[in-house]
């Protein structure tokens, strides 16, 4: 008969094991030296429409090393002519790693035909990502968010089919977790999602404001073992919202808000392998600021929220 032990190993060995506390250390592994990947995601100056390349400048004067681009701002730097060997080599030249693709691929829909398109969509997207060294795109619940009841079986199996498309292409999906949406919403569908995969490379997206805006507990995240986050997008939320009231174009820097950022820091801090933090913010206030400004704040910001951590 299997003892407590053997079954432990047998447990590691799994797909599901990420997302569960690693139970196999007697003591925790140590901190390393850079906890965090400070990231800027161009959502945060996305209004001020620089375009791809100036966009790219800003986060480099800022002091970024890292960003999450968007699809459509790639898309119209190729239309207009440019190429993704330019790309990469502005990406060189400017000493940005973009570390993830906001993409809108409809991936989980019901729609047969429609899901198939976004499947198509994403490989296209995996592809021109691959060129540009970017090893990850986020995947939301885009379709499957107005009405409510996605099975959740059938989400984690077309999670699956994606996580597989990232095999041949080197382009990991990142599960995102949509506050906003009725499906997808709490860490623990996405949890249950990413371990239904069955997938080893199954990864998730949190973000501070969607786990308020969502509802989720914090008193179970860690439950969420950090070897299954690798980024976590940071903001934060003003004391005089609701998480029914709140949206998008709220969201404000993090540290600025009153959401328990440290505390939830604590629990996802990556101890082996930094944990990428991505400052994502919609702010029309900020939009009005100057570019460079508005991240060189953000930087400032998420240096100050992991000080001590």
Request: net charge positive.
């Amino acid at each position: 008969m299997m003892n407590r032990r053997n079954l432990l190993k047998s447990l590691s060995a799994t797909a599901a094991l990420p997302f569960l506390p690693d139970v196999t250390h007697a003591q925790p592994p140590k901190k390393t030296a850079a906890s965090f990947i400070y990231c800027i995601n161009m959502a945060t100056i996305r209004g001020h429409k620089l375009g791809f390349v100036k966009e790219l400048e800003i986060a480099s004067k800022a002091g970024f090393r890292a960003a999450e681009i968007w699809i459509d701002s790639l898309q119209t730097y190729l239309k207009e002519g440019g190429t993704l060997k330019d790309a990469k080599k502005r990406l060189d030249d400017l000493g940005i790693k973009v570390e993830n693709l906001i993409g809108f691929a409809p991936w989980i829909i019901d729609d047969d035909a429609k899901r198939k398109e976004g499947l198509e969509q994403m490989k296209r997207e995996m592809d021109m990502l691959a060129q540009i060294g970017c090893k990850r795109t986020a995947a939301p619940p885009v379709g499957a968010t107005n009405i409510a009841g996605l099975d959740l079986k059938l989400a984690a199996e077309r999670y699956r089919a994606i996580l597989e498309l990232g095999d041949k292409t080197g382009v990991v999906p990142q599960l995102e977790m949509w506050g906003h949406s009725k499906n997808l919403s709490r860490v623990s569908e996405v949890a249950y999602v990413a371990l239904e995969s069955g997938h080893s490379s199954a990864k998730v997206l949190l973000d501070i404001f969607h786990l308020y805006k969502g509802g989720s507990s914090l008193e179970t995240l860690p439950l969420i073992n950090p070897a299954s986050l690798e980024i976590f997008h940071m903001n934060d939320y003003p004391s005089n919202l609701t998480p029914a009231t709140s949206t998008d174009a709220d969201r404000i820097y993090p540290g600025d808000g009153v959401a328990p950022i440290k505390r939830i820091l604590q629990t996802l801090v990556k101890r082996e392998k930094p944990l990428i933090l991505s400052v994502e913010v919609f702010n029309k206030n900020y939009y009005a600021q100057d570019a460079l400004v508005v991240a060189k704040t953000a930087l400032a910001k998420l240096k100050a929220v992991t000080a001590g951590i």
